[in-house]
Structures are given as C-alpha cells and as structure tokens.
C-alpha cells in the first residue's frame, strides 16, 4: 500500500490541467480549460477542466474527477496504477508500508531489469532500420514496400535486427548490461561457450503493455528458407506472458473506449494496416488461439468484440473456440469475414478508409448466423451433421451467462432451423448445467432454476419508490451545499438556558456545515445514500477535529468513488460569467441568500423523511385496520398518535421555530 502522506504529496503535486494535457489538446476557455471528449465521439467540444478547482467534467459522457481518476477513466489504470504513474511523473518517492520479502524483491529486480533492456533493444532495432545501411536497405524497404507509410512505422516503434551473429548482443554489453538478463529477455541466446542474437535479420515488432512498456518483442524473418520459422516472439519471462497480452491495445485503447467497439484480428500487419487506414480499435491476439485472459483485457475497454477473418476456412474453425470464449464473458460478439485470399492487412491496403469502414458494417454478422454459415456448406443436405451443427451452436448458447441474451439467441435460433423453440430450450438448459457444474467444481446439478415469472411493482411499491427518489434529491442537495458553500459563515440563533430555565438568545455567526450537521444530528437523522453519508460523517469528523472541510479535501480524497460524487456535485454549480460583471450586469445567486438556501434545503429534507414515514404509518393502520379491530386497537392508536407528533413537527418546520438554532 501506499502512505497516506505519499498519497498527499502527490495530489498537492500534480496539476490535472498538465496530466490531461498529456492525452488531450486543451484549448483556453475562459478561466478553464476544454476539448473533445476522448470517451465519446463529438464535433463540439465538451470536456472541461478547471485547474482552479483541479477536477475535470465531460458532459458527454457524465464522467467526470480529480487527476486519478482521469487517468483510472482514460488509461483504466487501478487508483494504485494511476497513483505511481503520477509519482513517476512528478518524481515523487513512494515508500511502501511493509517490507518486501526477498522473493518480492528478486521479482521486482528482474521485472525492472527486463523492461529495460527491452527499452535498449527497442531503440537499437529502431536506430538500425532508420541509420544503418543494412537495417534501410533490408529492413525499412520490407516495410515501404509493404505499403507502410514512414510516420506509421515509426508510432509502432518497428526496427530491425541486423543480420550478424551477435550484434546486438556486443552492442548490449558494451552499455553494461548483463547477459544474464539479455538470455532471460530472450533477445540473446548461448549456445556452449557461444553467444548469439535471437532475432538476427529479422523485422522487429515491439509488443507494448497497456501502459506503452516495450514487454517483448515478435520478429519476421525476410528469407524465402521454409525450414526457417517466419515469425519467432520473446519467450514466456517473468515480464513477458503472451496468453495475456493483445498486440496493439497500447495504440487502441482509447479509440476502443471512445467507439465502444474493439476489432480483433490475427496479426501485426493487420492491426498496422487497420490503423494506418483509419481504423485504430483493432488489436491482434499475436498468431495465438484466443485465451480467456485476453478476452477480459478487452473486456476491460467494451464489451462489444468484432473478429476480423480472412478467407482460410481452416483458421475460421479453429476460431469458433475463441468465440465461445467471448460468449463466457458475457460479451457481444460480430463476425467479418473477407474474401477468399483477402486478410485485414491486404483488403486494407486496397480500400480507402470509407470503402474499408463500408465493408466490415455491411459484411458484419451475428455470432450465429456465421457459425451456420461456415458449418451448413460441410453439411449439405446431411440430416444427421444438420443436427449435429445445431448441437454445436446451442453448445455456444449455453455459455451465454445472461438468461435473457440466451433466449434471444435461441429464439433466432429455432426460427432459423424451423424447431420447436422448447426443443432447443430444454437441450441448452441442460448444457447450462454442465457450465455451471464446471465453474462451481461441481460433478453434478440435479435441477437448475429457472426464473419463469415476471413480478411487476405493486402501487405501493412504486409511491415507496418515488419518496425515496425524492429523499434523494434533497440528500443531494444538502451535500451540495456543503460542498460548495460548507466554510461560508451564515447567522442563527444561539439559545442558552439561565439559572431559571429561561431561554437567552443571541444571533451569532456559525459555518454552513456547522448549522447542517447540528440539524440533523438533533434530530438523530442518519442519510440514507451511503456516499452522501460518507461525505456527511467525513465533514462531521472534521468539525469534532477543529476543521472545515470543503471541496478540496473531497476532490483528492483517497476513495475515487467519493472523489468523483464530490467532482459530479461540484462541477454543476452555476457560476455567472465575469462578461456580465464587466457590464456591471448584476443578479442575485444562490451565495446572495445563503442563508435561506441552507434552511430551505434542511426543511425540504425533514419534511420529506416526515412524510415518507407517515405513508408508512397509514399504510401499517390500514393493514391492522383490515384485521381485527378490537385485538390491533392499541397498536392502531399508537400509530395515530405518532402521526400526529409528525404532523406538529411540520408545522414547527413551516414556521421555522426550530429551524436554524443552535441549542446549548
């Protein structure tokens, strides 16, 4: 974990207007600062940023924060992730709460070791395709003649290894780095007393963690040798695991987030064409099958999945596995599949950005209606494989987790085929079992419940329904005006008792939040969302401690979930522009009658949770009334008089003769 003071000193460090202008071009508007949403697809700019505040907004999407959660938003960084991101920023040491133990500490020294020589090599590789005779007249040339433009080569960081025995390898040790960790990198391998370079005369292809760390590398021989494999990756290290990384995502991650919509396909020039065709929500899974890991990665920036095939139909059987993993996931899954001889890379090559764009959305296809498609032209006219390829498709169904998505499917399913839908229902609820059995590490499932019944909200229900949204709101509005106005001074009534029990009244001067807290405290009320609440008992704690806490201290609090209700509530206030006091154009705000706002918005509150608990009390008399009279007449009398105690407290409330004082 990270120290609470660490933690601190980052927030006073960092300022949100420099971190976002890292992703984001920011252009002056007024005292803040605005540009394009990256979460959504807009023309007119409406994401925000206040550097006096030091919270952003973007009303496009809703979302909104302090500087972590921008980056947890933008880079789905963890709040931990975000938070070392920033220290590294900003230079700031994080000391850990407890010691390493030392297998912690050899891991952290490989991975470190790893990651840069990685960095080392990546450079190298570049150095040599871009100055090296060798690496533009073999390597670079490769590249332009596969259609690649220079700037596009560069943002994928592609090199060359050159075509020596251990080039690299010298090169490497010359700067001191350890040939342990360059065998463990997989870039330099020893044979006997003998050290050589793993990817000599070979294309390089970074591959990048989501964060942009070069984790490994994939190369492609140039040779026509078909003994020669033509493409060799790092192998497996303590920095490098390929069953959980998607070639790309670094490149893709916004764009997937901004268009909620990620393309998979097979390879490193597919995903390189894509982008440098305008498509930039593509990443491959590297020549791997599909593991479940990388589905969840994806899953990570949307569920919604696009698989990219060309026209082999071998590799589209072999596909159907890593559909079935999708579905697991819960994900929506589309299928593309290019004509025979056309991959993503080549049919990108050929098309503009709107020809290319055209194809996938009028070629796209449902997960179904592709599996029946490639599995009806093997069966022919054959009843029995008919039957065995709906068997297939409904073993996909039934890993479907939602209830309502597999019935969809199964409907479309059984129309398609001309079954009975029941037929098809019975089977998957069966293999459901299976699935379920399987995750549970159960042999067996002798029943599986199904809901069946769909229960709709009686009036009741509903009213209770609309009084707790309506408590809500006025929830809502009381941590508003703490936020905003918590540290403003307002006058009450100060009553104290003398020595007769007469009440001697002063008006004084206390905080806003000072005056909310007291009112409800008073009356024991506790709020009833549990992020107003904590908010309230945060500032509650502060006042026992001598201090007022205001915006700020919410807009950095360690909790994101806290950090981004506080940003939302803050980001709302109405604020006049100063082009009307220029004009000595002047109107009352809100801070103009704040005192009247602040007991408005307690009395509204009270009387809310007056009314609501007086329903309740109707609705109990009522019940006890449809029983037996006699035997519930004490209890129905109780009731009543409790009712008409809530009926004198609205009435103190309406003419204020409570409101506002503060008793000792």
Not at 509 to 525: G, P, Y
Not at 652 to 663: C, E, F, Y
Request: charged share 30%; aromatic share 10%.
């Amino acid at each position: 974990m990270i120290p609470k003071q660490t933690i601190d000193e980052i927030f006073q460090t960092a300022r949100v207007e420099e971190v976002i202008g890292d992703f984001l071009h920011l252009k002056k508007a007024g005292s803040n600062l605005k540009a394009k949403s990256p979460f959504v697809d807009e023309k007119t700019p409406s994401f925000m940023v206040s550097p006096s505040k030091q919270i952003w907004k973007c009303f496009s999407s809703g979302k909104g924060g302090n500087v972590v959660s921008f980056l947890m938003e933008h880079e789905h960084y963890s709040y931990v992730e975000a938070l070392t991101w920033l220290a590294n920023k900003y230079n700031i040491e994080i000391k850990e709460d407890h010691e390493k133990t030392p297998e912690e500490k050899a891991a952290y020294t490989l991975r470190e070791n790893l990651s840069i020589i990685n960095e080392f090599a990546r450079d190298y590789f570049v150095h040599n395709l871009h100055n090296n005779e060798q690496g533009k007249a073999i390597g670079l040339s490769y590249f332009l003649e596969r259609g690649f433009r220079e700037d596009i080569i560069k943002k994928f960081q592609l090199g060359y290894c050159l075509d020596e025995s251990d080039a690299f390898t010298k090169a490497a040790l010359e700067k001191n780095y350890k040939l342990e960790y360059l065998i463990e990198a997989g870039l330099t391998k020893k044979k006997d007393e003998r050290t050589f370079d793993f990817f000599r005369g070979r294309v390089m292809f970074p591959i990048h963690s989501v964060a942009g760390k070069v984790l490994g590398f994939g190369g492609r021989t140039l040779r026509s040798d078909k003994k020669t494999a033509k493409y060799f990756n790092s192998p497996e290290s303590e920095l490098y695991n390929k069953s959980r990384i998607l070639y790309g995502l670094y490149f893709a991650k916004n764009a997937i987030i901004k268009y909620d919509r990620c393309f998979l396909v097979e390879g490193y020039t597919d995903v390189i064409s894509l982008h440098q065709s305008g498509i930039e929500n593509v990443v491959a899974s590297s020549g791997t099958a599909l593991t479940e890991d990388q589905v969840k990665l994806i899953k990570r920036y949307s569920e919604n999945i696009t698989i990219l095939y060309d026209g082999d139909p071998a590799g589209i059987k072999a596909s159907f596995r890593g559909i079935d993993l999708i579905l697991e996931q819960g994900m929506n899954v589309k299928v593309v599949l290019f004509p025979e001889g056309e991959d993503p890379d080549s049919f990108a090559k050929k098309s503009t950005a709107t020809e290319l764009e055209e194809y996938i959305e009028e070629h796209s296809k449902d997960f179904i209606v592709f599996k029946s498609d490639v599995l009806l032209k093997e069966a022919g006219g054959d009843p029995v494989q008919k039957a065995s390829l709906i068997r297939d498709i409904i073993q996909s169904i039934a890993k479907i987790p939602d209830a309502i998505t597999r019935q969809v499917y199964t409907r479309e399913c059984a129309s398609m085929f001309g079954m009975e839908e029941q037929i098809l229902v019975t089977e998957i609820t069966k293999l459901r079992r299976n699935v379920i059995a399987k995750k549970h590490g159960a042999p067996e499932i002798k029943s599986l419940e199904v809901p069946t019944e769909q229960v709709e909200q009686s009036d009741h229900q509903q009213r209770e329904k609309r009084t707790d949204e309506n408590i809500y709101s006025h929830e809502l509005d009381l941590v508003r005006i703490m936020l905003n106005y918590g540290v403003f001074q307002v006058k009450t009534q100060h009553v104290e008792l003398d020595e007769d029990e007469n009440e001697v009244i002063t008006e004084v001067e206390v905080a806003v939040s000072e005056l909310i807290v007291h009112e409800i405290d008073k009356d024991e009320l506790e709020l009833e969302n549990p992020l107003f609440r904590k908010i309230f008992d945060e500032i509650k704690e502060g006042i026992d401690l001598g201090e007022l806490r205001g915006e700020k201290y919410f807009v950095q609090y360690a909790d994101p979930e806290i950090a981004r209700t506080a940003v939302d509530i803050i980001s709302n206030r109405y604020e006049l522009s100063p082009k009307w006091t220029d004009k000595k154009v002047y109107t009352n705000t809100e801070v103009d009658n704040l005192e009247l706002a602040v007991k408005q918005s307690i009395y509204s509150y009270k009387t809310a949770r007056i009314k609501r608990e007086k329903e309740v009390i109707q609705t109990e008399i009522k019940k006890l009334s449809e029983g037996s009279y006699e035997s519930n007449y004490d209890e129905i009398m109780t009731l009543m008089a409790r009712q008409k105690q809530l009926d004198k407290v609205i009435n103190l409330l309406t003419n204020n003769d409570s409101l506002g004082r503060v008793i000792h």
